[in-house]
């Protein structure tokens, strides 16, 4: 996280942003449904600069078979960037960083999949970062969701995620990649709207307990958007662009 000079530049005296943004607006977000013809359930998502592919396996076998759980099928995550998905080539194997932000979005899956239909079963998804650019993690927990839907994986609700944060003392919606490196908060969520339930909330850096309410307050808003985007991509596959 920067210091004050580096937040200056960040907004200007309008509350523009670096990328010509309000505060409140996102990214251009582009999700797709399918698309993988090999995998059970696909997804697409264009958040920003991101461009991220999801397919989804199972409920299969679960091999060594030790490992699967009699009373509930389990969920496997595998979050990837390739080495060209950044500017500086990455190296191929997987990071600490690629291995936790794994655990976080199966953690943020789970209350949304009804596993106990699927006893002995695991379900895979596999996270291909093509191209990063701030925020990764909240486009591909709101595509693995889409990608799970596709799937027919029974769902309490889909998971929508989004990034809030604090940029030159303001609470702003999305962060990017800029906004990242030098703003003073992110602040990832994610949520099921219908069940009106929290299933991510991470912070790096420092809020006041108002601005805390206010990114939560503001993030939560900021899900609703993409959960509309999430609910016409699987709309528009299945059918199609008329109506209902």
């Known amino acids: 996280m920067g210091g004050r000079d580096a937040t200056m530049v960040l907004l200007d005296e309008n509350g523009i942003r670096c990328d010509g ?11 797709k449904a399918g ?8 997804a697409y998502i264009e958040f920003g600069d991101n461009k991220i592919l999801v397919g989804v396996f199972g409920p299969r076998d679960v091999h060594p ?19 060209f998905s ?9 990071s600490r960083r690629e291995i936790e932000i794994s655990k976080v979005i199966k953690e943020a899956l ?10 002995r079963t695991a379900v895979d ?17 709101t595509a693995a969701s889409v990608a799970l839907a596709d799937a027919g994986i029974p769902m ?17 919606l999305d962060v990017n990649n800029e906004e990242d490196q030098a703003g003073q908060a992110d602040m990832p969520i994610g ?24 990114c939560v307050e503001v993030g939560v808003e900021g899900c609703k958007l993409v959960y509309d985007l999430q609910k016409k991509a699987l709309h528009e596959k299945y059918f199609g662009n008329g109506g209902e």
């Open 110 to 119: 789970e209350p949304a999949v009804m596993l106990d239909k699927f006893p």
């Open 65 to 83: 078979k030790h490992m699967s759980n009699t009373d509930t099928g389990i969920l496997r995550v595998r979050y990837h960037m390739e080495p």
């Open 35 to 42: 698309g993988l013809k090999n995998a059970d359930g696909s």
């Open 21 to 31: 943004r309000k505060v409140d607006e996102p990214r251009r977000i582009m999700i």
């Open 191 to 214: 949520y099921m709207p219908n069940l009106e339930k929290i299933t991510l909330l991470q912070l790096d850096g420092v809020l006041t307990p108002e601005e805390y309410k206010k």
């Open 125 to 141: 998804v596999f996270i291909e970062v093509l191209q990063a650019d701030g925020g990764t993690r909240c486009a591909a927990l």
């Open 156 to 172: 309490r609700d889909l998971v929508a995620a989004i990034a809030a944060g604090k940029v030159a003392d303001t609470v702003i």
């Open 86 to 94: 950044v500017g500086e080539r990455k190296n191929p194997a997987p």
